[in-house]
């Protein structure tokens, strides 16, 4: 494997991954919410770059596509691990992370079942539309959690008013990154079902009797 910069910006955002959740262990909140939001953030970018760049650069290696998807999948779920954690367990946050989890998971087994066919599932055009939702609920996500504890997470300092009544910017980041989330659900779920679909047949013809 050659260290070109669009496999160093990959192997980055798989060790980004575990940061994501390693920053509440080492700052209190808000901050450790803030401190997540800005590594998400800035793994989320490389995604973009390390590919764009492997392809102008004509750079593309096997280690490189076999890492991409995993560094992917590894930071939205680790992301939505944390976020269901801090969120109280909010249902309207885990339904969706369940169907987001669960099509990972099984796609992955799809893939490893397939072996080198696997390439019956390459990534459409859908599925990094996919993969660009969830990344951008996630980051919201983690935009409301921090900001509820900056408006909720603390005890009022003398002088100050009541909250004045309506949505509170944490309230607004929350609602948007759920319906994001919900959104980012579905596609999930479509783009799961259309590579079940492309690997049926060849199940069928290797299915065992």
Known sequence: ???????????LRLIAAPGVAVMFLYF???????AALALFIIAAITDYFDGYLARLWRQESKFGAMLDPIADK????IAIMVLTG??????WLILPATVILFREVFVSGLREYLGADRKLLKVTRLAKWKTTAQMVAIAILFLGTGLDYV?????PRAGEGDIPMGLSLADLATH???ALIWIAA???AITGWDYFRKALPFLRDHGHD
């Open 74 to 77: 590894a930071m939205v779920v």
């Open 1 to 11: 494997m050659k260290w070109t910069l669009p496999n160093t910006l990959t192997v």
């Open 86 to 91: 801090y969120s109280g367990m909010n249902p």
């Open 151 to 155: 408006e909720t997470g603390r005890a």
């Open 176 to 178: 948007v990154g759920l």
């Open 186 to 188: 579905v596609l999930t």
């Open 28 to 34: 209190r909140r808000p901050w450790a919410d803030f």
